[in-house]
């Protein structure tokens, strides 16, 4: 305001004298201009600033700027020392580079000069110590006593950095910069379109490259007996937490892989594996429990000669949502079945947001890293900023980082693009590895409902698979019951990518202790089964995120993750394989190709007949498990197709599951930003489940798996049998 009043001195230039005014015009006019200067101010207060007013804004000075420089990255030579200056200096100089400072306070984004005038020549190391305590290599280049450099720094995350330089073993003094939320009036040049947020966490700055190496670490302890599980879903917990919560899931929440993930498989092996892997087959016949159809089953199961399993040393990007719809309790819809907003109260005893347990999460996946492991953290709503630089575990100030975490706020909209972007650019010059000895992962915690930049999975997927090209491979952890399934379960079918679903801090701990060193270790990439059967065909892979690339003769699966095996059982250790027999010709030849994490190739082949059996026939419990959960998780998505379409038409119900066809395989829709849906089960599909129930629980003792009891409830809630009600 006080600004505004300075623009309503007297006009600097006369008014022509054919303008003729009186005074009481003069007056209006002034007083006309000095209220829309005061609006124009006070709706943007940049405007005018960069073009001062008269000699009495001589002194206004631009010293930083939100357009990027033309070549932001190491140092420039500006030529020689002017007379009269010293050498040795580090400061922070204005748009002219007439003016200098030591301290500057700078909005969130934006770029600053800093210029230094070494005063011996040889290399120069800029360091930037973040507010969590860790110091961050910058830049390290040769240089020439007598000139002057420059080199420029862009303001991240809000907190307050010092930033210096080392020359032959001497330190310079420091320059400080304070990085704040929004837009600094008096020193800008341009502001920028929205004012971040994030809480008063800690800053990060863009995150170059870094020139040494560390010694090799100890090994992380071996496991000693493992299978093998394949990538993309590891849970359907999303799936039965909105149940739970009397909401209508979405067919993505229900992945095969994700519920086989679930169960231990008895693989079916009956030679002992000595190689990385060694696929074993079963063959299975059984009738259709709504149809009465017989049916053939082949399953692949996945077996690994590994004795001493231990993760490598790991180089970890977390990426953080800290978008508004991340403030949402875990389990309230963020938008409502219209695809309006839901404004949460504010409640002491409301459950936590989703901020909140994402924020845990980070925390305690610090806890599973070795001091030799390294670690960066990116954070993004509106845009993207590095919170903290990837440096080793050891050089840093856990407590610190620690608080600086769970001090991090949800704000504005979700640009998911940005975020991968800046988690990529963060790993600099570890980008470049050896893969026999350390892992390059970006984990990303999200609810997945982007709306800002690119929306769809085309320009992530791509970011993912430039990503996995390089060997930076991806997590994506789903945090809340609204977590965007049909997003993720589309982009992480890349190579080297996973995700899970997160409903507690507690359930994520927990998880984390049994399975972080196998989520972050893929063994097996590029499997290919080839099928050589005259009287069958593939129909439907069951088990593998590619399932869909699956036709004809050919099942793809990009990638293999270690997995817990116990008594001769592998969780989510299975792939199953549904065939349509053409012909009477019985014999299968099935051969398997793949590559271990070095590119080296490697490969299988076996030969299979499917015996002269009546249904139902199963070689093992390990294929007769894997066929009853196929079967569920079809029935399932047929269901919550069906109630979606029929709500969307306002139709009545028309099940694709008949009694003449059976359990069709399912078709496939969703929308990122999801809505909610009450939970609703029409009278057809109450029926089925009744029918599907009774046949669930018949095979779930014969198996003698208590886990399955956990389905047994979600279906006695769909059918209402017992009690259940939907």
């Known amino acids: 305001m006080d600004e505004a009043k300075r623009r309503c001195d007297p006009l600097p230039h006369p008014i022509p004298p054919e303008f003729n005014l009186e005074d009481d015009d003069m007056k209006t006019i002034s007083t006309i201009l000095c209220l829309a200067a005061v609006v124009l101010l006070c709706s943007d207060p940049s405007l005018g600033l960069d073009l001062p007013w008269g000699d009495d804004y001589a002194d206004v000075y631009d010293w930083y700027s939100f357009d990027a420089p033309s070549s932001s990255e190491g140092l420039s030579d500006e030529g020689l020392l002017s007379e009269g200056e010293e050498t040795g200096g580090i400061w922070i100089t204005d748009s002219s580079g007439k003016e200098k400072r030591t301290t500057l306070e700078i909005p969130m984004g934006a770029w600053a000069r800093v210029m230094i005038a070494p005063s011996e020549s040889g290399e120069l190391k800029l360091r930037c110590r973040y507010p969590t305590g860790t110091a961050y290599q910058l830049v ?60 008063s966490g800690a800053s990060g700055v863009r995150a170059p490259a870094m020139y040494s190496y560390a010694p090799a670490p100890a090994p992380v302890s071996p496991t000693t007996s493992i299978g093998l599980a394949v990538g993309g879903a590891k849970d359907v917990e999303n799936f039965r937490e909105n149940i739970e919560q009397g909401y209508m899931p979405l067919p993505t929440d229900v992945t095969y892989e994700g519920l086989f993930y679930d169960y231990y498989f008895e693989t079916g092996q009956l030679e002992a594996c000595e190689k990385l892997f060694c696929p074993s087959y079963s063959t299975a016949i059984s009738n259709d429990p709504i149809s009465g159809e017989a049916q ?5 199961g996945l077996n690994s000669g590994i004795t001493d399993f231990a993760r490598k040393k790991l180089n970890l990007v977390v990426v953080l949502d800290y978008s508004g719809s991340m403030g949402s309790p875990f389990s309230d819809y963020y938008y409502d079945q219209f695809g309006n907003r839901v404004d ?6 409301s459950s936590k947001t989703k901020m909140e347990i994402a924020d845990q999460a980070v925390v305690d996946l610090l806890g599973h890293l070795e001091e030799d492991d390294r670690f960066g953290l990116v954070v993004f709503s509106d845009e993207a900023y590095v919170v903290e630089p990837l440096t080793k575990v050891g050089e840093k100030d856990l407590e610190t980082l620690e608080d600086a975490i769970l001090d991090i706020e949800e704000y504005s909209g979700t640009n998911m693009e940005a975020g991968m972007e800046k988690g990529t650019a963060t790993f600099g010059k570890y980008v470049e590895i050896d893969p026999s000895e350390r892992e390059n992962r970006i984990i990303f915690l999200t609810d997945a409902m982007p709306n800002l930049g690119e929306t769809g999975e085309g320009g992530l997927l791509s970011i993912l698979e430039e990503n996995a090209d390089e060997g930076i491979y991806t997590t994506f952890i789903g945090v809340g019951v609204d977590f965007n399934t049909a997003l993720v379960e589309k982009i992480t079918k890349v190579r080297g990518a996973n995700y899970y679903s997160v409903h507690s801090a507690s359930e994520f701990e927990e998880r984390m202790d049994e399975e972080f060193d196998f989520m972050v270790t893929p063994l097996v990439f590029d499997l290919l089964l080839d099928l050589d059967a005259p009287g069958y065909k593939i129909e439907k892979v069951y088990g593998s995120p590619e399932a869909d690339e699956a036709t004809g003769e050919i099942m793809k699966v990009n990638t293999l993750f270690p997995s817990k095996a116990e008594e001769g059982e592998v969780k989510g250790g299975i792939i199953l394989i549904k065939l349509e027999q053409i012909s009477s010709d019985g014999n299968l030849t099935l051969a398997v190709s793949y590559q271990d994490r070095n590119g080296t190739e490697d490969g299988d082949e076996a030969q299979v007949v499917f015996p002269e059996a009546e249904p139902d026939f199963y070689q093992n419990d390990g294929i007769r498990k894997a066929v009853l959960l196929s079967r569920y998780a079809d029935l399932l998505k047929n269901w919550i197709v069906d109630e979606r379409r029929a709500f969307e038409s306002e139709k009545s119900v028309q099940p694709s599951v008949t009694t003449e066809d059976g359990i069709a395989v399912p078709p496939v829709l969703g929308e990122w930003e999801r809505t909610s849906l009450p939970l609703t089960v029409s009278e057809p599909y109450r029926d089925l489940f009744e029918v599907f129930g009774s046949y669930f629980e018949n095979e779930s003792e014969s198996l003698g798996d208590i886990d399955l009891q956990q389905e047994e409830v979600v279906l006695d809630k769909l059918s209402g049998r017992r009690g259940g009600e939907a």
């Open 296 to 300: 053939r089953y082949l399953s692949v």
């Open 140 to 199: 390290a280049e040769e240089v020439e006593a007598g000139h002057v450099y420059s080199a420029w720094y862009q303001a991240e995350w809000v907190g307050d950095y010092e930033v210096w330089y080392t020359l032959d073993g001497a330190e310079s003094e420091t320059v400080r910069f304070q990085v704040q939320e929004g837009w600094i009036a008096e020193e800008g040049m341009a502001a920028p379109g929205m004012a971040k947020s994030g809480g």
């Open 344 to 349: 949460i109260e504010e409640d002491a005893d």
